[in-house]
């Protein structure tokens, strides 16, 4: 079975560009998150979308970063613009979970943003 | 609302040793409990999931996990630690929902293991 992708693995902009981060989840997974995560914390929850709707981005900066999901399958995420505390590992996960318990998460590898 | 603390930031230990990863949750319903690793530069990876059959939960590399209803708690433990146990442990409570299960992660916890 073929894992959460996410691209670019890397990335280091100045302040004030824009970015973008795209994930291609599990194939059949209706919910997929994004989750920042800063150094040495645990993630926080950006956005989740079941299918392409959106359930919950009551953590999202919306004055900066925006998330869509297309055809409730792929989703990119954009920062713009990006500050200096935007420097994380943005992860990407999929889950089965539509109201099923002990259902997990699967997590991509992450796309490790610089902002210098 | 759900939270969840896990009470050390870093653990350091012998290798050979056993291994205790505390984590305590707070949740309004039933919870499902999660621990997941993360080695450097991976993404994050499933140890083990509270499944209600059982409250001993047994997981991936030798790794097993208690629910206590009573002490609101589900700690990690590894009797022995290897070298390869090196990274980093997350505990998550997850709320069930129709809409699409919320995940809540705790702080972590960093394990450092020395030969």
């Known amino acids: 079975e073929a894992g959460v992708a996410q691209s670019p693995r890397y990335k280091i902009i100045e302040k004030r560009q824009s970015v973008a981060f795209w994930c291609n989840p599990i194939s059949g997974h209706a919910t997929l998150y994004w989750y920042q995560q800063i150094l040495g914390q645990g993630p926080k929850l950006l956005i989740q979308?079941?299918?392409?709707?959106?359930?919950?981005d009551s953590q999202l900066p919306k004055d900066r970063f925006s998330a869509e999901r297309l055809k409730g399958v792929d989703s990119t995420l954009k920062i713009q613009p990006a500050k200096l505390e935007d420097s994380a590992v943005y992860l990407c996960a999929s889950s089965e979970g539509q109201g099923i318990s002990y259902t997990e998460a699967f997590f991509g590898q992450g796309t490790r943003l610089t902002v210098v | 609302a759900q939270s969840v603390t896990q009470l050390d930031s870093h653990v350091s230990v012998s290798e050979g040793t056993p291994v205790l990863l505390r984590c305590n949750y707070s949740?309004?319903?039933?919870?499902?409990l999660f621990w997941y690793v993360q080695h450097p530069n991976k993404g994050l990876q499933l140890l083990l999931k509270y499944t209600s059959a059982a409250t001993l939960v047994k997981g991936i590399n030798g790794f097993e996990a208690e629910f206590k209803k009573s002490e609101t708690s589900f700690h990690l433990t590894k009797p022995s630690a290897h070298m390869s146990d090196a990274a980093e442990y997350f505990c998550v409570v997850t709320l069930i929902k129709a809409a699409g299960n919320k995940l809540t992660f705790g702080g972590g916890t960093r394990v450092l293991v020395k030969p």
């Open positions: 949740s309004s319903y039933s919870p499902s």
């Open positions: 979308f079941q299918n392409n709707g959106v359930v919950d």
